[in-house]
């Protein structure tokens, strides 16, 4: 794998990627490349490249022509070819196919021009990318300075509250609904269960001499 492609796709948040002054792990990039790895193919690669500056070496802009044109001459032939994006490559091929010989340095035009515009494009979406992670650093940091994360002991005490809280407005639910009731009409009992439990102990004693 192409060790500039390593170093575009590293984040800046996770600290396994990077050694404590900044610098890319080889031992990252040695993982992600399959490969060895030195220190100084990092930096023949992308000399300034850090945690803090994650701007990589990017083509040389394009010579200007030399006639007025700012850009090089539409080509002559008269293909559709679409300009704002490639195409796959079985139907590059397929076009290809139908060029002639003298139309191939116009259509090489247009596929280098593309090339230099899609170079363009792909450096703005990397600056895009760092300001994105960087504003989310921002946040993060934010984050735990002001909603600092809770020790185990208060995730415990909070949870053990809410289950006070849930019990009691259980329990006033219930003293509310009954309130008005007589409690013997509460009584599971079956009728006759009621009236053996009722009856006297009268005679049930032998009398005294």
């Known amino acids: 794998m192409d060790l500039l492609n390593i170093l575009i796709d590293m984040d800046e948040l996770d600290d396994d990627q990077w050694t404590a002054d900044g610098a890319p792990k080889l031992s990252f990039l040695q993982k992600e490349n399959g490969g060895s790895v030195s220190r100084q193919d990092v930096i023949n690669a992308a000399p300034h490249f850090t ?103 208060e995730e415990i005490m909070d949870y053990v509250r809410k289950q006070g809280e849930i019990r009691a407005a259980k329990h006033g639910a219930v003293s509310e609904l009954l309130k008005g009731i007589d409690p013997k009409m509460l009584d599971p009992r079956a009728p006759l269960d009621r009236a053996m439990a009722r009856k006297t102990t009268r005679g049930t004693q032998r009398p005294q001499r």
Not at 74 to 91: A, M, V
Not at 92 to 98: G, N, P
């Open 51 to 153: 945690r803090e500056n994650m701007a990589l070496p990017t083509d040389p802009e394009p010579e200007p022509p030399v006639d007025e044109e700012p850009y090089p001459p539409k080509p002559s032939i008269e293909i559709s070819y679409p300009t704002n994006r490639p195409l796959p490559e079985h139907e590059f091929l397929r076009l290809l196919s139908t060029v002639g010989t003298d139309d191939l340095a116009s259509l090489q035009e247009i596929v280098q021009q593309q090339k230099i515009d899609f170079r363009a494009e792909v450096e703005k979406l990397k600056g895009w990318i760092i300001l994105v992670s960087r504003a989310n650093k921002f946040i993060i940091n934010r984050l735990a300075a002001e909603k600092p994360s809770k020790t185990n002991q």
